[in-house]
């Protein structure tokens, strides 16, 4: 088990951060690597991503489809072979898929949606539980979405994938209570990501319309909740949902 000296110190600790070369994820890794955490990033590609300017060198890029469960096997085997361990697991990756009626949702961006948002998650938690299992130690987070608990109207795909993350996770945690393994999941609201690009500005106008606060959250918002879920200090809570949501989440 890592040091108990600075709770907030991740290092000489390891993290994977899916789809860690853009937005969210990138985001995040900064905030790990910030705390001292070597970091390896898995993303589709890594196009646009400069170490100069994400101000770190990532311990190891590699290009993972998190809906092929080789692929992320793999990937995994990797990492542990160059750091000897991972503690931490952020499973980042995921796309919005189309805005449309239910009726009208293509069959295979359905399925395109829930083999990233959904199994991508399974994949990544199904190599990395048994190893952190077997150290006693081990902090999982999935990034899920409010979308996950309300439901958005034109994003069906999106929105089942994510209630999928939260419930599984609730699932996982509970099989992991007792080993020093912590999973949990948190659920922003519409983030300033590429992510916006996929949407409609009508639909970004009634996600905005949603939030108390009135605004959409920042990726440095999350990427501080995360590290905190992430470190040693997050000790008794697992099976748990953090919202991120500017006051919209009800429960």
């Known amino acids: 088990m890592p040091s108990s000296g600075n709770l907030t110190d991740l290092s000489g600790q390891t993290a994977i951060v899916t789809g860690g070369a853009r937005g ?9 690597a910030r705390a001292g955490c070597r970091v390896a990033l898995w993303d589709v590609n890594f196009d646009g991503f400069e170490e100069t300017k994400a ?4 311990t190891l890029k590699q290009t993972v489809d998190v809906s092929d469960a080789v692929a992320v096997a793999s990937a995994f085997a990797d990492v542990i072979t160059e750091t000897g361990q991972v503690d931490i697991l952020v499973n980042n990756a995921g796309i919005n898929g189309p805005i449309r009626s239910t009726w009208d949702y293509p069959l295979d961006a359905w399925q395109k949606v829930l083999a990233i948002d959904l199994n991508g998650v399974f994949h990544g938690c199904r190599v990395a539980a048994p190893h952190m299992r077997d150290r006693g130690y081990g902090r999982i987070i999935n990034v899920a979405s409010i979308a996950g608990k309300e439901g958005n109207p034109g994003g069906s795909a999106y929105a089942a994938a994510k209630g999928g993350v939260i419930a599984f996770s609730k699932s996982l945690a509970k099989e992991l209570a007792t080993s020093g393994v912590m999973v949990n999941c948190i659920a922003p609201t519409m983030a300033e990501t590429e992510l ?26 999350v990427a501080e909740m995360v590290a905190w879920i992430a470190s040693p200090a997050c000790s008794f809570t697992t099976g748990f949902t953090f919202d991120l949501t500017g006051g919209r989440a009800t429960y």
């Open 24 to 32: 969210l994820g990138l985001g995040i890794a900064q905030r790990l």
């Open 55 to 58: 101000g770190f060198s990532p």
């Open 196 to 221: 916006l690009k996929e949407m409609t500005p009508e639909f970004v106008s009634t996600i905005k319309a949603k939030i108390p606060m009135g605004r959409i959250v920042r990726v440095d918002e």
